[in-house]
């Protein structure tokens, strides 16, 4: 029997009771996953997605300061009072290494938090795609769920999500495709020069990045001031590392075998 593979192009599409029982797949490239997969890789110990500020310093205030992060963002510009913002590369080893990060964000902790009911979920980005894509393979219920951006869909999740379908398909696998899922893989197939798109030979980051930049999640980022981190987005396979969330907790860490 074929495998299912969903792909919803806003959280708000995907119905939280077919996400239960499947794997759900969150992408939020510009830039929520992308900082959390940077930031685990650099020694954090864990990630908390917090739907609002609020709920992240009252939450803060479980943990004592030295142990803690706070990172996230509004409007793509970092909050008063937090010690990071959303850029992938503040996360390094000297600021995170060994903390919980409480983690906000305008979009992809939303999506994150929308995706719950699924047995599993895992965090997706270009920086680990080929990592998710191994994870993926024994999957039977995949639901891909795109954050999008200020409630609109946005490209570069939209890229993403079609290389895991694409890829899943030529793995020799048979899957039911939604509308979605057909239209992200066209799109992916679409915008890079077939060796590429397949995988026959390396994407370059420019390449990759020249096509995140023209999303409306790059739209909202370049006025900013925030260039560097669409080209820190569009490194493919930097890491091959999955972050994992608890779906009781939504605690985001790196499975044991995974960490350094």
């Not at 992200?184 to 980051?205: D, I, S």
């Not at 930049?213 to 370049?222: D, I």
């Not at 590392?241 to 350094?260: F, G």
């Amino acid at each position: 029997m074929p495998a299912v593979l969903n792909v919803y192009a806003l959280p708000r599409y995907a119905d939280p009771r077919q996400l239960a029982g499947g794997t759900a797949v969150v992408i939020d490239v510009l830039r929520a996953t992308t900082t959390i997969v940077y930031a685990l890789q650099a020694g954090a110990t864990e990630i908390i997605p917090c739907g609002t500020v609020e709920e992240t310093a009252a939450r803060a205030g479980q943990f004592p300061r030295e142990k803690i992060v706070l990172g996230g963002e509004r409007g793509g510009r970092p909050l008063p009072g937090f010690d990071l913002g959303n850029s992938p590369e503040e996360y390094t080893a000297d600021r995170v290494a060994g903390k919980t990060i409480l983690f906000t964000t305008t979009n992809g902790t939303q999506a994150l938090l929308h995706a719950q009911p699924a047995a599993r979920i895992l965090p997706a980005a270009f920086v680990n795609a080929s990592a998710v894509l191994q994870r993926l393979l024994d999957e039977e219920q995949i639901h891909i769920l795109c954050a999008g951006t200020d409630g609109q869909f946005s490209e570069d999740d939209i890229l993403l999500a079609g290389l895991l379908v694409s890829r899943l398909e030529n793995s020799g696998k048979q899957y039911v495709l939604n509308a979605q899922a057909q239209t992200a893989r066209e799109n992916w197939l679409h915008a890079f020069a077939l060796p590429y798109a397949l995988g026959a030979e390396p994407l370059p980051a420019e390449h990759l990045a020249r096509e995140l930049r023209k999303s409306r999640g790059a739209q909202n980022l370049l006025p900013l001031g925030y260039a560097a981190d669409i080209l820190a987005a569009a490194l493919l396979d930097k890491f091959a590392c999955v972050p994992e969330a608890d779906p009781a907790t939504l605690r985001i860490h790196l499975p044991q075998t995974e960490n350094n």
